[in-house]
């Protein structure tokens, strides 16, 4: 019932800056909140920012928290991720992840994803 696609993933410099856009449709009414998450090869896949959908409080990792920023806007049904001052260590596949809610108001956890976007951070 709800679908995720995000977009806004490239090849950047250290200290540069991307936008990455998660676009959601289907029953928006079901989200607890929307996460982002990363995956390097090698690496455990890490939580780096998450929001509340429907009061906009968040929440980060602490490797990006001062560096990343992850908003919503809620007309256009569409949560961000504004990545500033990108290190290295940031090169991943970034996934946009919602966690839904049960009809009694309970977090389902993460379970429906979308596909990635590559993120990478090179000289």
């Known amino acids: 019932q709800v679908h995720i696609v995000e977009s806004g993933g490239g090849l950047v410099q250290p200290g540069g800056s991307l936008r990455l856009s998660c676009a959601v449709s289907?029953?928006?009414?079901?989200?607890?909140?929307m996460g982002w998450f990363r995956q390097a090869p090698g690496k455990e896949r890490e939580r780096v920012a998450a929001?509340?959908?429907?009061?906009?409080?968040?929440h980060y990792s602490d490797s990006v928290k001062g560096r990343f920023t992850i908003s919503s806007d809620n007309t256009e049904n569409t949560v961000y991720l504004q990545m500033n001052s990108l290190k290295p260590e940031d090169t991943a596949v970034y996934y946009c992840?919602?966690?839904?809610?049960?009809?009694?108001?309970?977090?389902?956890?993460?379970?429906?994803w979308g596909k990635g976007t590559q993120v990478t951070v090179s000289s």
């Open positions: 992840a919602a966690a839904r809610q049960s009809t009694t108001g309970y977090n389902l956890g993460y379970d429906v």
């Open positions: 289907g029953s928006i009414f079901s989200i607890w909140s």
């Open positions: 929001i509340t959908w429907s009061d906009g409080s968040t």
